[in-house]
């Protein structure tokens, strides 16, 4: 059973900063690319950040310079720094791993955490 655990949402003042992580359980053999996405509320879900197994990061552009991803292999666990958050950063966010359980890679997501941006 692959369980995505996420913590750390909440509400934030503009400009203020919160740190989000995500457990993954479940036997994985191997965890390739982890990452999250968002979703505010009529909009579709967007990529945010990503992380291959190897560092590399991808953002999107609205998040560069203000968000970081990171990763724990050895807790197989993810992070997103989110620093100098603004109103519009208001949505749910996901955690998103790419895992190899038996011989099949899957896409496997958290359940969502809010993070609210208001003063």
């Known amino acids: 059973q692959v369980q995505l655990v996420e913590s750390g949402g909440g509400l934030v003042q503009p400009g203020g900063s919160l740190r989000l992580s995500c457990a993954a359980s479940?036997?994985?053999?191997?965890?390739?690319?982890m990452g999250w996405y968002r979703q505010a509320p009529g909009k579709q879900r967007e990529l945010v950040a990503v992380?291959?197994?190897?560092?590399?990061?991808d953002y999107a552009d609205s998040v560069k310079g203000r968000f970081t991803v990171s990763r724990d292999n050895a807790k197989n666990t993810v992070y997103l720094q989110m620093n100098s958050l603004k109103p519009e950063d208001t949505a749910v966010y996901y955690c998103?791993?790419?895992?190899?359980?038996?011989?099949?890679?899957?896409?496997?997501w958290g359940q969502g955490t809010q993070v609210t941006v208001s003063s």
């Open positions: 998103n791993i790419y895992g190899l359980k038996g011989v099949r890679w899957n896409d496997y």
């Open positions: 479940g036997s994985f053999f191997s965890i390739g690319r």
């Open positions: 992380i291959t197994i190897g560092g590399a990061t």
